[in-house]
């Protein structure tokens, strides 16, 4: 059975870069029957869907939030990060990440437990 699992630093300066990875488990991240996926949950607000990397290494990202964010993976240690550059106190949220069908980016098959990530201004 997969996990996943984030981690990254739990207060960001504004400004600054958030860096969060995520750790699987259970499965290969080179798998061409899931693709992988950043979501957030501002307080008080709905899930937000960031961005995905898929087999190959395409990438997709939100158009709200494409101009600041990267996906990416490392094989060697069967993990995937996001990048959200230039982070302001909106960028404070629950992240998580997640295994998606390859073939439904949306659909959801895993979730981590999720990072809480604080933006001070």
């Known amino acids: 059975q997969v996990q996943l699992q984030e981690s990254g630093p739990g207060l960001v300066k504004s400004s600054q870069t958030l860096y969060l990875t995520c750790t699987v488990s259970g499965g290969s991240i080179t798998t061409n029957y899931y693709a992988w996926s950043w979501i957030r949950q501002p307080p008080g607000k709905g899930l937000e869907w960031m961005g995905v990397?898929?087999?190959?290494?395409?990438?997709y990202y939100s158009p709200s939030l494409k101009s600041r964010t990267s996906i990416s993976t490392d094989t060697s240690k069967n993990q995937f990060s996001l990048q959200l550059t230039s982070v302001t106190p909106e960028d404070t949220a629950v992240y998580y990440c997640?295994?998606?069908?390859?073939?439904?980016?949306?659909?959801?098959?895993?979730w981590g437990q999720g990072t809480q990530v604080t933006v001070s201004s």
């Open positions: 997640g295994r998606a069908a390859a073939g439904s980016w949306l659909h959801f098959t895993s």
């Open positions: 990397i898929a087999y190959g290494g395409i990438t």
